[in-house]
Structure formats: structure tokens, C-alpha cells
């Protein structure tokens, strides 16, 4: 065990009020790793409170404890935040509204595999060649000689299978597989937990794709397709911006298509780009011309333009890139 996760464990084993967060907007990777984490430290006594940072979308309210994530007014809390836990989260600006308690923590522990974080913690445990943070929360589970039950493995498995493409990206690994046998062995119902995930789509999303769908444009001989998802087209569908998970997986998997970009209008001029490359260009580097990032195969950024316009931009800057 190197000197670094010593250390993390001796931190944990000596806190009394520990504090876990992640990003706005989370996906399975961050609910899934958050709650598995503070599953993981009430097992062995540990005074554990997650930070609801933003909603959590619908499809992972199946996730057992999810109660546990609640909103904290941190202003009022008596006792110091001894330490706090940040996993799956790029930078500070990230926690949004809660972005102020890192600088209240005595100790922050900043656990991620996005390589382009920006090390805010006293301890950073980073690996880009992690599939999700899923995975770098069982490893320090087990190393802490927790066991993983299956309520632990049930969110580490839906956030790992969230962050994969339900396996099929090339951020895979030999361990990403070796990890998913113990959660299997620990007894989760993955048939559930996949139908829960992939096969339960609402007649509201539904609507939503199909308006989406409509605004398809290509560019570069079809290797670059976007989508456009507006505020009136979720008030049309009657759904939320949550309801765009998915779009740009479809998008990406048309045959020609290399870089799918997804525009989410937040509001007029807050335009949300989510990038998905299939084989060969590094989208983390694109969306950081423009101050996000992410993965070399998955990244996003906000672009403070018109819907419109800041398709314009991306699509510039993909070509520019390619």
C-alpha cells in the first residue's frame, strides 16, 4: 500500500465528522461512488453525511439509502467538518452552492479519475486510467478491510456500469471486470439494477428524443453530429434536463458519426455541450478550450452563447481539433 492511501485511511480512521460530496448535475458514477463510500464508513462507526449538491435524477432513486443524501445547511452545523470527502468531482466550482466547504474542512480528500482535476484536496487520489470512481471507492474500501455488502456493491456497480456505457467504452479495463466479479459475488441483482438503469424509459423522455432527434445536424462527411435539446422542448415534452441522458450515446453510435455533441439549453445563454468520441479524438482537449474536461473519449463545457451560436463555436473547434 503506497504512503498516499496510508495516509487517506489513517485520516478516515481519525475523523469523527466526516462530510462526502460530489458534483451538480450527478450521473450514476457520483451517486453511486457517494453512497457507497458512506455505506462503507457507517460500518466501521463513522459519523457520515452526504451533501445533496443538486437533484438527483430519477433513475437512480432505486439506489438503496439513497435517503442519505440530503441538503445541509452547513452555516448552521456546530461541529467541525473534521473531514471532507470530494469524489468525482473535477474542481471546486463543481460543488456549486457548496463550494465553500472546502475552505471550512480541516481536511479534504479528493478522490476522482477525470484527468484533467485540478488537485484541491490535501490528498488527491487521481487515476485517469480508472473507469469510473466507483472503481478507486472499492479499491479504498478494501483496503480499509471493509466489506462489501450488497448494498455497497449495488451502488458501485451502477456507477461503474453508468460510467462504462454499461461496459462497452474503451476506458475499460481487465480491472474494471475483475471488480464487477466481487460485486457480483456479493450478491447484487444485476438484472434489476440493468433494467432499472437501461430499460426504463418514461413516455415524457421518450417525447424528448424524438424532439431532439429532429434537430440533427452532421458535419465533416457525417463524423460530427449534434443535437440540440432547448428549454421549450422539455416544457412541450413535460420533462426534465435529466431526461437528455442518452441522447448522445445515440447520437454517437451511428456509423459515420466520430464526435457526438449534445447542446443543453439551461437558460439563454447557458448552453451545457457534452462531447462523446468513439475511436481517435481526444474531446477533453476541445472542451478545454472553452475551461471544461473530462475524458479524452467523454467530456463536456458551457458555452455562455446562444444555443445556436455556441453550436457554431464547438463545431469550429471540433474541426480546428480534429
Known amino acids: 500500500m503506497n504512503n498516499t492511501i496510508s495516509e487517506l485511511i ?9 462530510y462526502i460530496a460530489s458534483h451538480v448535475n450527478p450521473d450514476g458514477d457520483s451517486i453511486g461512488s457517494i453512497l457507497a463510500m458512506a455505506l462503507g464508513l457507517r460500518k466501521i462507526n463513522k459519523n457520515v453525511n452526504i451533501i445533496k449538491t443538486d437533484e438527483i435524477p430519477s433513475d437512480y432513486l432505486f439506489l438503496p439509502n439513497i435517503h442519505m443524501i440530503r441538503t445541509y445547511d452547513i452555516d448552521e452545523e456546530k461541529d467541525p467538518i473534521d473531514l471532507l470527502v470530494v469524489l468525482d468531482c473535477g474542481d471546486i466550482d463543481r460543488l456549486g452552492k457548496f463550494k465553500s466547504i472546502v475552505s471550512n474542512s480541516k481536511f479534504v480528500i479528493n478522490i476522482d479519475h477525470h484527468i484533467s482535476n485540478s ?3 490535501d490528498i488527491n487520489i487521481v ?5 469510473a470512481t466507483g472503481e478507486l471507492v472499492f479499491d479504498l474500501l478494501v483496503g480499509m ?3 462489501i455488502d450488497k448494498e455497497i456493491a449495488t451502488c458501485l456497480y451502477t456507477a461503474i ?8 467504452y474503451d476506458n475499460v479495463t481487465s480491472r474494471t471486470h475483475e471488480i464487477v466479479v466481487s460485486l457480483i459475488n456479493a450478491g447484487i441483482d444485476k438484472s434489476d439494477i440493468n433494467i432499472r438503469l437501461y430499460q426504463s424509459r418514461s413516455i415524457e423522455r421518450t417525447n424528448l428524443f424524438i424532439s431532439s432527434f429532429s434537430t440533427l445536424k452532421t458535419y465533416n ?3 460530427i453530429a449534434t443535437v440540440k435539446v432547448t428549454q421549450d422542448m422539455l416544457k412541450k415534452a413535460n420533462a426534465k434536463m ?5 441522447i448522445i450515446s445515440f447520437i454517437r453510435d451511428i456509423k459515420p458519426v466520430e464526435v457526438a455533441c449534445l447542446l443543453k439549453e439551461n437558460k439563454e445563454k447557458e448552453i451545457k455541450i457534452s462531447l462523446r468520441s468513439k475511436r481517435f479524438v ?3 482537449k476541445i472542451c478545454s478550450a472553452f475551461n471544461g474536461g473530462g475524458h479524452k473519449r467523454a467530456s463536456g463545457c458551457t458555452i455562455n452563447e446562444s444555443i445556436n451560436d455556441a453550436e457554431r463555436l464547438i463545431v469550429e473547434q471540433i474541426i480546428k481539433m480534429w
Open 145 to 147: 478491510g471493509i466489506q
Open 161 to 168: 456500469s453508468t460510467d462504462t456505457g454499461s461496459f462497452s
Open 127 to 131: 487515476d485517469e486510467q480508472s473507469a
Open 10 to 18: 489513517k485520516k478516515i480512521s481519525t475523523a469523527n465528522n466526516i
Open 282 to 284: 481526444d474531446v477533453s
Open 221 to 223: 462527411d457525417n463524423k
Open 242 to 246: 435529466e431526461d437528455t441522458e442518452g
Open 119 to 121: 488537485g484541491f484536496g
